[in-house]
């Protein structure tokens, strides 16, 4: 038996695809067994639970005193931030463009990876008229931007395209509560 090792990229490949396929199994799972709020409530504490380890006291004091020092200057940290620490769910090749305004932004999403590999997912496991080709998009990817963004006032919304999103960054308007 010849032994030949993946290279990194075979190895994130096949390890991100695993990572999207069991979230897509856990939705199924959740949705089955105790509806569509069980998705959205699993997610929600999901992602305030990895926010809270990733982002400590000093990170989000050091965000209050930049954001009161200046609002474009955090902005523009948050924009810049947001493109590359997100790199795990939104490779920088997806991210076609980005519109700047002084208060708001839209990150323009083409190719999305993590939407192509869920959609795959569904075609593989059946399950086209039961999870949206959205659902990770809306329960996980967006909510967790939108925490990010809470720490500066910065609003994060998403419009969802056949395989991508335009992503809003807007510091002009309050953050509606997450809560629902």
């Known amino acids: 038996m010849e032994k030949k090792e993946w290279d990194a990229t075979r190895k994130y490949e096949v390890t991100f695809d695993q990572l999207i396929e069991n979230h897509l199994i856990l939705m ?3 949705k089955d067994n105790y509806g569509e709020d069980a998705i959205k409530n699993y997610y929600k504490i999901r992602n305030e639970m990895s926010f809270a380890t990733r ?3 000093a990170i989000k004091i050091g965000a209050k005193v930049l954001k009161t020092l200046s609002s474009q200057k ?6 810049n931030q947001f493109v590359n620490s997100s790199q ?3 490779p920088l090749k997806c991210v076609a ?5 002084p208060k708001r932004a839209v990150i323009h999403i083409e190719n999305c ?5 869920f959609r795959r997912s569904i075609r593989k496991f059946k399950l086209k008229d039961e ?12 909510p ?3 925490l990010y963004g809470a720490i500066g006032n910065i609003q994060v919304s998403a419009d969802f395209k056949e395989k991508g999103c335009d992503i809003l960054a807007d510091i002009s308007k309050e953050i509606k509560s997450t809560s629902d």
């Open 97 to 101: 463009g980005i519109d700047r305004e």
């Open 144 to 146: 967790t931007f939108q």
């Open 113 to 117: 990876q993590t939407k192509r590999v």
């Open 28 to 30: 199924k799972y959740l």
């Open 88 to 90: 795990y769910m939104i």
């Open 74 to 79: 955090f902005f523009n940290i948050f924009l």
């Open 55 to 57: 982002i400590g006291k």
């Open 131 to 142: 999870i949206p080709v959205t659902a990770f998009c809306e329960f996980d990817c967006i």
